[in-house]
């Protein structure tokens, strides 16, 4: 069992980046109309990720980049602050699964600068016209400023006849206690 420990702004941690030391989650079934796809620095989004597969039936498919975000919250953001200012996003480690199958995505990441984490950004550019037809929504962990311009980016990294449905956002540190309103987020997103 890993160590848990308090980073960056309060942020319950396991220090590693996307899984570092074990393989990264893949559920992938034939018939499954809904995935998710996370992208985790912390663990924090992760948690969310294995609560919403409680709650649906639904494939998972998680993002990992070749050159992993450092353990340091300090570090990591310096990284992903000039990753962002350069709009030169992280390569990802493997190729993203075929999305045709599926009517609904959720995309789960950690809400960073007040937009997407940049894994999820790089998958969005990647993906591109798979997300055509689709309906999409975002849930996310946040530092306590929500989920900032999420649904604006959605908008404009999406093909125009993608539904981009609301989204949800919660502070990463009140995650545990907020299950009742992300199940309600969830039914929703689901009966659409």
């Known amino acids: 069992m890993m160590k848990i420990k308090t980073t960056g702004r309060g942020a319950v941690s396991d220090g590693q980046d ?3 030391s074990q393989a990264r989650t893949r559920v ?3 018939t499954a109309t809904t995935l998710i796809i996370y992208f985790s620095r912390s663990g924090n989004t992760e ?5 919403a597969q409680t709650q649906l039936t639904t494939d998972v498919y998680e993002l990992g980049v070749q050159h992993p975000y450092p353990a340091s919250y300090t570090a990591s953001v310096a990284r992903a602050t000039a990753e962002r200012e350069a709009q030169q996003w992280p390569a990802l ?5 075929d999305l045709s199958q599926y009517q609904l995505i959720l995309l789960a990441h950690p809400i960073w600068a007040m937009t997407l984490a940049n894994p999820m950004r790089a998958f969005l550019v990647l993906a591109g016209d798979q997300l055509a037809g689709k309906q999409i929504a975002s849930f996310s962990t946040n530092a306590g400023y929500g989920s900032g311009e999420t649904q604006r980016v959605l908008q404009l990294l ?6 981009v449905l609301p989204n949800y956002s919660v502070q990463d540190t009140q995650a545990n206690g907020d ?7 969830l039914r929703q997103v689901r009966s659409h």
């Open 18 to 20: 996307t899984n570092t």
């Open 47 to 51: 948690k969310q990720v294995r609560f």
């Open 28 to 30: 992938l079934s034939p």
């Open 179 to 185: 299950r009742k309103a992300f199940s309600r987020w």
């Open 93 to 97: 480690s493997d190729d993203s699964p």
């Open 158 to 163: 999406t093909p125009s006849d993608t539904e």
